[in-house]
């Protein structure tokens, strides 16, 4: 874990200054208020993480909470891991394991089910012989994020994903998907769509497998649910409005509102994000070319 730089020490410095410590024998740091400031979350989320071991401030006699230089770095893990959405069982998996960074890990021939996100990520990535530091770079994601997706441990977002599938040279669906589950076919009942669903409030459905560089699909995005970030991707696309509302951001700086019959149409390779912000879910027909999820 990383050691606090100059900046940090100074802000120790200042809160000491202002809210001195007891003595607590050789150990010295500060309290959890300002442990909550330097990291940048709440002592109540501090105080969640401890109820969940993740960290065991030192005590003084009169029970105040005292974080050191050491704790604060490793919060500061804590906060972003939480952040890129593991959860606190796997972040203390994580912490316990920080060596596993360097192990490959061995492909899995799978079973007769199909295979979870992780397993086809572990599988992709012992194929390609990249190793976690290779794929973080690649999508500029962190190791310790990818390797808790690998291990089921983080549920990625659709932009996490897609930036994922583009460095194993695939798509969302074939991370996604199981082997084999898109027939060719012209046709495509409604009953025999191909639901994936983010674990994130947004649940997409295939409505074209027949083989081609038209990917149709038929999104349904819960209030408050999105991308979760910006990616950009090769080729274009186009999006209907069936219902609801959407914000779709351009180039991180124009931003349209959507509604109900609304199109709109542009270059893929502009970085692009979006979320319902309305009350109610938002479905919309999108249009890829070539196909990206």
Known sequence: MAALN???????????????????????????????????????????????????????????RIYSMEQIARLRQIHRLSLEGVNPAGILRILEEDNALH????????????????????????????????????TGLSPSYVNSVERSLATPSLTSLQKLAVAFGTNVQGLMSEPGAAPDTVLVRAAERR?????HGVTIE?????????????????????????????????????SGRLVLQLDGTDDYELEAGDSMSYDSSRPHAWENPGTEPTVLVWVNTPRTF
């Open 6 to 64: 100059d900046s940090d020490a100074g802000n120790v410095a200042r809160a000491q200054h202002s809210d001195p410590l007891p003595a607590v024998g050789s150990s010295s740091g500060v309290y959890i208020l300002q442990a909550a400031r330097m990291v940048g979350t709440s002592s109540a989320t501090i105080r969640m993480w401890e109820k969940y071991g993740l960290i065991h401030p030192t005590r003084t006699s009169a029970d105040y």
């Open 103 to 138: 192990v490959q890990v061995a492909h899995d021939g799978g079973g007769q089910r199909g295979r979870s996100v992780g397993e086809t990520l572990r599988r992709l990535r012992a194929d390609s012989g990249k190793t976690l530091r290779q794929v973080a770079t690649e």
């Open 195 to 199: 639901v994936l669903d983010s674990g």
């Open 206 to 242: 295939d409505m074209s497998t027949a083989a081609s560089n038209l990917e149709s699909l038929l999104f349904t995005i819960q209030p408050g649910a999105g991308s979760d970030g910006a990616f950009n991707h090769e080729g274009e696309e186009m999006l209907y409005m069936v």
